[in-house]
């Protein structure tokens, strides 16, 4: 089997697809940094809808997520938007933790885990 490496810089692919599985890196948001944990997760949710579509996915085949916020008082917020996201009839295993991010202008990071 072939590793499929899709978007990679010097440091990492925003995904990678092994056999029936895709791996995605921690996104952030690339249109809303500096916006509400709301609408950075919209964001988010957008650009995970396209990378799983690359790899020949989709949020029905999400086997797991994991969200960092730099604050859990937003997690309702953030749920919001996750419950509209996600595909009810296969919800994944998830986990959400307040963390420190990266960088200051952003609220949320969500990675995950599909099958193909």
Same mark, same amino acid.
């Given at each position: 089997?072939?590793?499929?490496?899709?978007?990679?810089? #010097?440091?990492? @692919?925003? @995904?990678?697809?092994?056999?029936? +599985?895709?791996?995605? @890196?921690?996104?952030? %948001?690339?249109?809303?940094?500096?916006?509400?944990? %709301?609408?950075? +997760? %919209? !964001?988010?949710?957008?650009?995970?809808?396209? =990378? =799983? %579509? #690359?790899?020949?996915? !989709?949020? @029905?085949?999400?086997?797991?997520?994991?969200?960092?916020?730099?604050?859990?008082?937003?997690? *309702?917020?953030? *749920?919001?938007?996750?419950?509209?996201?996600?595909? $009810?009839?296969?919800? $994944?295993?998830? +986990?959400?933790?307040?963390?420190?991010?990266?960088?200051?202008?952003?609220?949320?990071?969500? +990675?995950?885990?599909?099958?193909?």
């Amino acid at each position: 089997m072939e590793i499929e490496r899709r978007h990679p810089n #010097e440091r990492m @692919s925003q @995904s990678v697809a092994y056999g029936d +599985t895709v791996y995605l @890196s921690g996104q952030v %948001a690339r249109n809303a940094p500096g916006e509400t944990a %709301a609408a950075q +997760t %919209a !964001d988010i949710l957008a650009s995970i809808d396209e =990378l =799983l %579509a #690359e790899a020949g996915s !989709d949020k @029905s085949k999400v086997l797991s997520a994991l969200i960092w916020l730099h604050d859990i008082r937003d997690f *309702n917020n953030i *749920n919001e938007v996750w419950n509209a996201w996600i595909d $009810p009839a296969n919800p $994944p295993a998830r +986990t959400c933790v307040e963390s420190t991010l990266a960088n200051p202008l952003y609220n949320v990071e969500i +990675t995950v885990t599909a099958a193909r």
